[in-house]
């Protein structure tokens, strides 16, 4: 394990309290592992470090990673969740704080909704409540109350407290509420997943108390993703390192967005002030991502107020690419997106070196129907599936019949190719009475194994995702979709579609990152300046998912609504104004830019801004190369090999030369003729058509410069790359393209210098 002089220093620290800023790519993991090593070779016992991760993926990585790099048996060692490590201080020390020694785990989402929600229509029943709005009301807010009042440590009571200090009726409605729940768990000895922090805390606490040695077990706590801690779980940690176990953390405040569920950034920002001596090292080099990426993100990050001062810095020497697509509507960045995908496919970039992510699960709808019709398998995460497992059969099953008699064969269902027949037919009012036929069925005969309970809670799902449902054109789509739910598999070569949350400590080769519109990142509701913090720093997590290539879409009209761009992109491509502190509205009228003007970018990177008619007219073009070459055109031109000064549009390749007669296709005209357009092009002899904007026009520079040459041969050398290797007689364009750049190289730029001499 080779470290850099930042990771040495931070595995090494042994002088007290210890926080790491570990940003992406930084190599968080290595640093972690070669702590705990460093730890075993200065003989501290393997017992003696408790490592804390937010999920059992991480804390399997980090036993999968320590066993690799030392020899020690990794499965019994104390690493793993703060509820795993809770679950064990209550075997260990809750008897004292009432906890049985055999409690039930407690983990199903509809059984806790059917207990509250038991006790509720008991209240209203007796006439409690009238002046509580149902909808205020109900066991869901229930629950989001008292788990949200577990991470913050309050009991029954001091919810009840706070609540009326606040004037709160429907708060104090569900204290009422979080009291009776509490007292049927203590009942029944069940504990579910949020009350586990709560009462290890409890315990410790106790255990203290009664002069016991439980926080003493460990010499070393290592705790990951520490920017993403809520009150519990810090005052868990707390306890432990009280009792003089050195505390070392690895976190990245950049990458805090987390704040909706509890997570509070002031912990790993105020970290020197509240561990005395504390030591706070950086982490600088970034490892995975080319150099225009990094700057991206650093300009994004350059902007987030309450902060530790640091940067990345990119290493691997490798520029990258960002490309920014201006859209109209959903449908024609469903459209781009699938363009790209494909691209990159055939580009030899694995499927699953590929990801589009969104800021909502909602977001997606129209590209994953897209991407399902053209064949492109996907790995759905982060809500954009909205269906359990589950619940694609039943829909499945909806899909399939509406008679009773069709469905009794139904729950032996998996995946019949005679589903495939229903494709063709449209959801709408059909799509009702099939979900009003299957509820019915289930209720008449549920099928075996399956209890009451879970066939109300599916039923109530089946009505939830109903608008979500009625957003697919056909049964084809929202096949697709279920499928791909049926059929997921991680380890498959799969397109992963979801929301940046569940990107986060991921990477791919490629990454699109959908809707930089003003009130979609940022959501028009985080107009506060701390909530406005946070969807700053979701979109530099999106950002930096991204090893080489980036794709950012905007779309003119979203549901209806017109949108204004995105801040953020105005400070990715440098920006004349700087975001206020509190209030996005406060931005003036004439800098909330609808459109994307050349000199709001850098030269290095793309854009794409076409108009309605521009992208119709390109849209045809490349239907017809794609049926010349078999789909193996070109769909994106890039300026890689020019001087850094152009300012690509997709049309810009194609618009110039095709209209100018240069074409791509089979062989295309004697060489003579190519190279007397190629002079045309270079010269201005060229009249454009009204529809290519000037613009694109403006990006080929002026007649007879190296800028305009550099185009040519940059378009040139992209549709030669495009073409080499493959078999078909497409490449027996190869040869005269070849030529091409020969005779611009040898003849026409010669030709250009000697005209600029006179």
Known sequence: ????????????????????????????????????????????????????????????????????????????LPIGTFHSLSLKILRSIGKPIG????????????????????????????????????????????????????????????????????????????????????????????????????????????NAEDGGKFGKKFAHVLVDEYQDINLAQKTLIDLIVAEGTQLWAVGDDFQAIYGWRGSDIRYILEFSKQYSG???????????????????????????????????????????????????????????????????????????????????????????????????????KGGVAAFTEYEARLLLTAIASSSEQKLENIWALRMSPALYGFSKKLIGEKWERRVKALTTYIQKRPPQGISDEEIKEQEENLERYRD????????????????????????????????????????????????WEDGMLPQRQSISHRAFEEERRIAYVGITRAKNFLMLTYVKERNGQENVISPFINEIFNAKWALPNEDVSTIPADDQNTETPKEKFMGQYSSRSMSDNERTEWRRHLKEIRETVEREAITKIADGQGDGSGWSDQSAGTGLLAEAGYTVKKGGPISDERQSILTDVLQGQVDLPDWISESVQDQWGEPNTEERLSKIRNTINVALGMQKGRLDPSVQAIEKWEDDLTFLAEQLLPQMKELNNN
């Not at 070779?41 to 790099?69: H, M, W, Y």
């Not at 509580?132 to 991470?151: C, G, H, P, Q």
């Not at 697919?472 to 997921?488: H, P, Q, R, T, Y």
């Not at 992963?496 to 959908?514: P, Q």
């Open 468 to 515: 979500y449902i009625l957003k697919f054109k056909d049964a084809s789509s929202l096949f697709g979709i279920l499928k791909s739910v049926l059929d997921n598999n991680e380890n498959t070569d799969r397109v992963f579609v979801g929301t940046i949350h569940s990107a986060k400590g991921l990477e791919w080769d490629t990454v699109i990152v959908m809707g």
């Open 278 to 380: 504390a030591k706070v090292i950086t982490l600088p080099q970034n490892y995975r991502s080319g150099t225009l990426i990094i700057d991206a993100a650093n300009r994004i990050s350059a902007n987030i107020k309450e902060k530790f001062d640091k940067d990345l810095k990119a290493t691997r020497g490798v520029e990258g690419e960002i490309i920014y697509d201006h859209l109209a509507n959903e449908d024609n960045e469903a459209e781009a997106i699938a363009d790209e995908i494909e691209e990159r496919i055939r580009k030899g970039i694995p499927k699953s070196e590929i990801a589009v992510l969104a800021r909502t699960n909602k977001l997606p709808i129209n590209t994953v129907n897209l991407l399902i019709r053209r064949g492109i398998p996907l790995n759905l």
């Open 99 to 206: 906890v049985g020694e055999d409690f039930v785990i407690w983990a199903k989402d509809w059984e806790r909704e059917k207990v509250v929600d038991g006790y509720l229509k008991e209240l209203i029943k007796a006439g409690i409540y009238k002046e509580v709005d149902k909808d205020d009301i109900n066991a869901r807010s229930a629950l989001s109350f008292i788990d949200d009042s577990r991470e913050s440590l309050l009991d029954p009571e001091d919810a009840s407290v706070k609540a009326s200090e606040k004037g709160n009726v429907a708060g104090i409605a569900h204290a009422e509420l979080y009291s009776y729940y509490d007292n049927y768990l203590n009942t029944e000895n069940k504990i579910d997943f949020p009350r586990m922090v709560q009462l290890a805390c409890k315990a410790l606490k106790k």
């Open 1 to 76: 394990m080779v470290l850099n002089t930042e990771q040495k220093i931070a595995a090494e620290y042994m002088d007290g309290p210890t926080l790491v800023l570990a940003g992406p790519g930084t190599g968080k993991t290595t640093t972690l592992v070669a702590r705990y090593k460093y730890l075993l070779v200065n003989n501290v016992p393997a017992q003696k470090i408790l490592s804390c991760t937010f999920s059992k993926k991480a804390a399997d990585e980090l036993k999968f990673r320590l066993g690799e790099a030392t020899d020690i048996q990794t499965k019994s």
